[in-house]
């Protein structure tokens, strides 16, 4: 392998490794929503997958397409600058709606005392909540929609950092070094979002959530919002 090639893929690994670990969005939501909706390990692995191919395949398609159509560098990072702040609002928006809806699953499901008075004249109090009926559907179909919420949300956010180190190879004409960069940093950001994912998952089960767990989607809602919050002001 060259010297240029050599550094070319050092390159895209380190940097594919650096923006994933550095970015908590990349595997925050899937960690907190793994334990918030009861997801396995292997459908937690598949989601987070998924979604990290969809996230880099995003940008390696732009990334192509302005190489093959010829835009400027500055023209592509505007595109995934824009790109990136829709997905930031709407992981913002994502993480506060679904906190705000377990808020109010949350406040239904507390327990109050009643008293019933019978004909015959003797009294009883019972205890109940109103989490019963419909409020279930709502629960499943939020349950069934938040894996392909999060993927549509990762295909939005685009891969900054790769789209000007793919244009160096391609200002040399370097098409096998193009898609050297692209497959080095795609396997090596979607492989840390998921080695991330796993070691919070496999730490997380050994730790009694027991008392967290009434509020533990209340608290994925806030922590999705925040890494979206973070995304928009701090730039991570």
């Known amino acids: 392998m060259e010297g240029s090639t050599l550094l070319l893929a050092g390159t895209a690994i380190t940097i594919g490794f650096v923006h994933t670990l550095v970015g908590p969005d ?6 907190v929503m793994g334990e918030a909706r009861r997801w396995g390990i292997r459908k937690t692995m598949l989601i987070t997958f998924l ?7 995003s940008s390696v398609v732009v990334g192509f397409i302005g190489i093959a159509a010829g835009i400027s560098l500055s023209k592509l990072e505007f595109l995934e600058g824009f790109r990136g702040n829709i997905a930031a609002w709407l992981l913002i928006a994502f993480g506060l709606v679904y906190m705000l ?9 507390r327990k109050h005392m009643h008293s019933h008075i019978h004909a015959d004249g003797t ?4 205890e109940h909540d109103h989490s019963g009926g419909h409020s279930h559907i709502h629960l499943a179909d939020r349950k069934n929609l938040t894996p392909w919420i999060l993927f549509l949300i990762f ?10 180190i793919l244009m160096y190879p391609a200002a040399e004409n370097n098409i096998s070094g193009v898609i050297l960069v692209a497959v080095l940093f795609s396997a090596v950001t979607i492989a840390t979002m998921m080695a991330v994912v796993l070691t919070f998952r496999l730490g997380l089960s050994r730790i009694n959530l027991k008392p967290l767990e009434r509020y533990v989607n209340v ?7 925040v890494s979206g919050l973070a995304i928009q002001f701090l730039g991570l």
């Open 26 to 31: 990349h595997y925050l939501p899937f960690i």
């Open 51 to 57: 979604c990290g191919l969809g996230h880099v395949l």
């Open 101 to 109: 809806i377990s808020l109010r699953a949350l406040y239904r499901r």
């Open 123 to 126: 009294a009883h109090e019972h």
């Open 155 to 164: 295909i939005l956010g685009p891969c900054e950092p790769l789209i000007p």
């Open 219 to 225: 608290i994925a809602g806030a922590v999705i919002m």
